[in-house]
């Protein structure tokens, strides 16, 4: 699976668009691209995933460049609800396995 | 939320006895994971199970085993347990796209079980 890089830490005003940031530049024609988060204490949380095309479902959007080597989660509307660490994964459909591989993620604290 | 249960949610335990945990499903999806999170590594995968009484290792799978016996049960039992299984442990269920790939379908996780071995 590709390599991923991520901030180490993101703020955002509550109310305002959070824009999570993820480099991908070595990922294959074949990988998709998964966001998935953490709340504190809790078990992670699928986000939204997308091999080429833009996505968006209701808890944000993601954006993937033409070239796919970067790609943008979006919450239109951060809440305070919203803090948690953010991890970007690309993955290619595999076989029997298809575990997932967590990086260090993003910290997002919304603040009010 | 995906209906994924597991239990204890947390346990204090010495060194040397036998641990078992427990991931109970209610939404009939193949694959079942067992993952641990500590400071630093991340989740890591232990075990992993793609139907019943078909299980494979991952990463970090050393001084565990696993059973699943019916679909929605997955056991992830410590034979003796040690300092170094001090985590906390997360499972995670997906159910495979067309074809029999797991790699494109979102997994769920639990709530996790927090051990301490003492």
């Known amino acids: 699976d590709a390599k991923t890089t991520q901030p180490p830490s993101m703020d955002c005003a509550e109310g305002r668009a959070a824009n999570l940031p993820c480099n991908h530049s070595?990922?294959?024609?074949?990988?998709?691209v998964y966001w998935y988060r953490q709340i504190h204490s809790q078990g992670p949380q699928y986000i939204i995933h997308?091999?080429?095309n833009n996505e968006t479902n209701e808890m944000a959007s993601l954006i993937i460049t033409e070239d796919r080597k970067s790609s943008t989660l979006i919450l239109p509307h951060a809440t305070l609800r919203d803090t948690a660490v953010y991890y970007c994964?690309?993955?290619?459909?595999?076989?029997?396995?298809?575990?997932?591989?967590f990086g260090k993620g993003t910290k997002l604290s919304v603040k009010p | 939320d995906a209906g994924i249960t597991q239990s204890p949610r947390h346990k204090v335990t010495e060194t040397g006895t036998p641990v078992t945990l427990r991931c109970h499903q209610t939404?009939?999806?193949?694959?079942m994971y067992w993952y641990r999170q500590d400071p630093g590594h991340g989740l890591r995968l232990i075990h992993y199970?793609?139907?019943?009484?078909?299980?494979d290792k991952g990463e970090v799978s050393d001084g565990y085993s696993v059973s699943r016996s019916k679909t929605e049960d997955f056991l992830l039992t410590l034979e003796s347990a040690t300092s170094s299984q001090t985590s906390v442990y997360f499972c995670?269920?997906?159910?495979?796209?067309?074809?029999?790939?797991?790699?494109?379908?979102?997994?769920?996780f639990g709530p996790g079980t927090r051990l301490l071995v003492l």
């Open positions: 995670a269920i997906s159910e495979p796209l067309r074809g029999g790939l797991a790699g494109r379908a979102a997994q769920y």
């Open positions: 070595t990922i294959s024609g074949n990988e998709y």
């Open positions: 997308g091999l080429k």
């Open positions: 994964i690309v993955r290619v459909a595999m076989g029997s396995q298809g575990n997932l591989i």
């Open positions: 939404e009939n999806h193949r694959y």
């Open positions: 199970s793609y139907g019943v009484k078909d299980t």
